[in-house]
């Protein structure tokens, strides 16, 4: 049976860390499989560190993972990612407002050949106007814009095979986007109703202020998704498209101009042609164009750098069968 290991981000979170690990041991001990339990200090500044080290005296399988500093959530789980072992990896917020007792739910539904299992926070506890309604919308843009419809994307309860997460890197706050990215590299995916608690002790890290940075790294995701090996695709489209509006001006006043000439142009003909406006316009438009399709081809080689230089396949197998 595959194993399991368990990564918990935990900043800030000295009241809960005792519960949570206690909670985590019961669970993770009645599964009848192999497991582990990795619980990475990011940089907390109050006495989680201190409670940590009590919890891995008290429980087996626990491991430890403390950063010099605040990292974020993302390298909090990057780094619990390239440490544990597991075959099955299951994400947990230290909050106590996901429940341990769901992860063999999670494991279930994974059996059944999911490669990742996100939790849907169905009946949320968190206050409407500055917790939830943000992530309904959120939750709706990051659906759409990646082709990947989840509910609830920013729940940290999710389940991760191995095969599939080992091949993504994590920057920014790309740890929500998870599911999409892992989508890219033929990942099928599958949404679960989990339970969800109030927050008891500490104060949340999360509020309106993130949501810049997610806005910009969803537009990173897009990019990844759909033209990470084909950049001229999107700077070649959008060039082109300046082009062709600033051509189709510069003809137009070609035009309205010859026709002058000719004695068959209206006043209002005269005015246009001699407004310096939308000459300036079209040759600025025709200039963007060449700039788009000159990005684009720089693009493409540093693309090319990138990937030959570091041997990276722009593809990912799942398996290889010989003949015996």
């Not at 025709?286 to 693009?299: E, H, K, N, P």
């Amino acid at each position: 049976m595959t194993s399991v290991s368990v990564v918990v981000p935990v900043y800030n979170e000295a009241e809960n860390v005792p519960i949570l690990c206690e909670k985590l041991n019961e669970v993770l001990s009645k599964l009848n499989r192999s497991y582990e339990a990795v619980l990475i200090d990011d940089g907390s500044s109050d006495d989680s560190w201190e409670e940590l080290l009590k919890c891995i005296r008290k429980y087996k399988h626990f491991r430890l993972i403390k950063f010099r500093r605040n990292f974020g959530q993302t390298a909090a789980m990057s780094a619990g990612f390239r440490e544990s072992k597991g075959d099955i990896i299951i994400t947990l917020d230290a909050d106590l407002q996901n429940n341990p007792e769901d992860i063999p739910k999670i494991l279930e539904r994974m059996e059944q050949g999911f490669d990742v299992v996100s939790g849907w926070r169905k009946d949320r506890k968190d206050p409407f106007i500055n917790r939830r309604l943000p992530s309904i919308l959120a939750n709706w843009l990051i659906s759409t814009i990646t082709g990947v419809p989840l509910h609830d994307y920013g729940c940290t309860l999710k389940g991760y095979r191995r095969e599939i997460i080992k091949n993504l890197d994590l920057y920014g706050e790309m740890h929500r986007f998870i599911p999409a990215l892992a989508s890219w590299v033929g990942g099928t995916i599958d949404e679960i109703p989990v339970d969800h608690h109030p927050r008891r002790f500490g104060k949340s890290k999360y509020g309106i202020s993130r949501t810049v940075r997610v806005v910009l790294d969803l537009i990173t995701v897009k990019f990844l998704l759909k033209y990470s090996t084909r950049p001229i695709q999107i700077f070649g489209k959008i060039g082109l498209s300046f082009g062709a509006i600033g051509t189709v001006l510069l003809l137009m006043m070609t035009v309205f101009h010859l026709l002058y000439k000719a004695g068959i142009g209206t006043e209002a003909m005269a005015k246009l042609i001699k407004s310096p406006f939308w000459v300036m316009t079209s040759f600025m438009l025709i200039f963007f164009g060449v700039q788009f399709l000159s990005m684009g081809l720089l693009a493409e080689i540093q693309i090319r750098t990138y990937h030959e230089s570091q041997n990276k396949p722009i593809y990912v197998i799942k398996e290889i069968v010989e003949s015996t």
